[in-house]
């Protein structure tokens, strides 16, 4: 049952409404931006090195901008509204290394596409010095996904983030279980070094940004209406994602067929 199928009703009680926003964020799983082809090409082969460049730009290029995603729901948010206000500038404060610049996990993660191409290629590479050019698909997700956070009803911004981190979590896992495929490149203990990006996700970050989406965007829903537009900003950004997912699969394909 989805928010916009439900019974109206004229008042609820905030376990009630966290309940219907936990079943709306686990659809997620039924969702084809988290069953798709691009997942089960990178979880079940060793792509080429065109390939693994093709996914190392488009995928930093629709990860980079996620703590202005964050800032823009932020920024949209009550100062009465606490509880949401200070989850997410947590989330904030984990996508930032917690004050590290070191840490930071978009440079964690070119760190590690930046060690994985250098392995395959047998030479020092320097993720910024890759062809930054992206899929049409990468700049939709990114524009609107900006749009859709950003909104001036506070409620889409929120489900968008909701859609973000109940995907991120699977989506993490299937990448790190691709990734695997090339750990022939390296040592063992160099391996797993690399992985750091994936391991604070996996490990905890995302797990606990997966509870906070849901108590934030349950606080600040009181009504139908908001359920709706929460529903509306959730379903709108899976839909950017499977897009993106499905364009990256062809994309891949192409660079094999090339080769």
């Given at each position: 049952?989805t928010v916009?199928?439900?019974?109206?009703?004229?008042t609820?009680?905030?376990?009630?409404?966290?309940?219907?926003?936990?079943?709306?964020?686990?659809?997620?799983?039924r969702h084809?931006?988290?069953?798709?082809?691009?997942?089960d090409?990178?979880?079940?082969?060793e792509?080429s090195v065109e390939?693994v460049?093709?996914?190392?730009?488009?995928?930093?290029?629709?990860?980079?901008p996620?703590?202005?995603?964050?800032?823009?729901?932020?920024?949209?948010?009550?100062p009465?509204?606490?509880?949401?206000?200070?989850?997410?500038?947590?989330?904030?404060?984990?996508?930032?290394?917690?004050?590290?610049?070191?840490?930071?996990?978009?440079?964690l993660?070119?760190?590690?596409?930046s060690a994985?191409?250098?392995?395959?290629?047998?030479?020092?590479?320097?993720?910024?010095?890759?062809d930054?050019?992206?899929?049409?698909?990468?700049r939709?997700l990114?524009?609107?996904?900006?749009?859709?956070?950003?909104?001036?009803?506070?409620?889409?911004?929120?489900?968008?983030?909701?859609a973000?981190e109940?995907?991120?979590?699977a989506?993490?896992?299937?990448l790190?279980?691709?990734?695997r495929?090339?750990?022939?490149h390296?040592?063992l203990?160099?391996f797993?070094?690399?992985?750091?990006?994936?391991?604070l996700?996996?490990g905890?970050?995302?797990?606990e940004?997966?509870?906070?989406?849901?108590?934030?965007?349950?606080?600040?829903?009181g009504?139908?209406e908001?359920?709706?537009a929460?529903?509306?900003?959730?379903?709108r950004?899976?839909d950017?994602?499977?897009?993106?997912?499905?364009?990256?699969?062809?994309a891949?394909?192409?660079?094999r067929?090339?080769?």
């Amino acid at each position: 049952m989805t928010v916009a199928d439900a019974k109206p009703r004229t008042t609820e009680s905030a376990e009630a409404v966290e309940k219907r926003v936990l079943e709306l964020a686990e659809s997620v799983y039924r969702h084809p931006a988290l069953n798709n082809a691009f997942y089960d090409l990178w979880c079940s082969t060793e792509l080429s090195v065109e390939g693994v460049e093709t996914v190392a730009r488009n995928f930093y290029a629709q990860v980079s901008p996620t703590v202005n995603r964050l800032a823009l729901v932020f920024l949209r948010m009550s100062p009465d509204d606490l509880v949401a206000r200070a989850e997410t500038a947590e989330n904030i404060n984990d996508e930032m290394g917690n004050g590290d610049p070191e840490k930071v996990h978009t440079v964690l993660l070119k760190n590690f596409f930046s060690a994985l191409l250098s392995r395959i290629r047998g030479h020092e590479v320097d993720f910024d010095d890759i062809d930054p050019t992206v899929l049409p698909a990468t700049r939709r997700l990114v524009e609107e996904g900006a749009r859709l956070f950003g909104d001036e009803n506070v409620k889409v911004g929120c489900g968008a983030l909701l859609a973000q981190e109940w995907h991120a979590y699977a989506q993490l896992v299937r990448l790190y279980e691709g990734s695997r495929n090339y750990m022939h490149h390296f040592p063992l203990e160099e391996f797993h070094e690399h992985c750091e990006f994936f391991y604070l996700h996996i490990g905890a970050a995302e797990k606990e940004h997966k509870l906070h989406a849901v108590s934030s965007s349950a606080a600040l829903c009181g009504n139908e209406e908001d359920l709706a537009a929460l529903e509306h900003g959730f379903t709108r950004y899976l839909d950017l994602l499977a897009d993106f997912w499905n364009e990256l699969a062809d994309a891949v394909r192409e660079t094999r067929l090339s080769a």
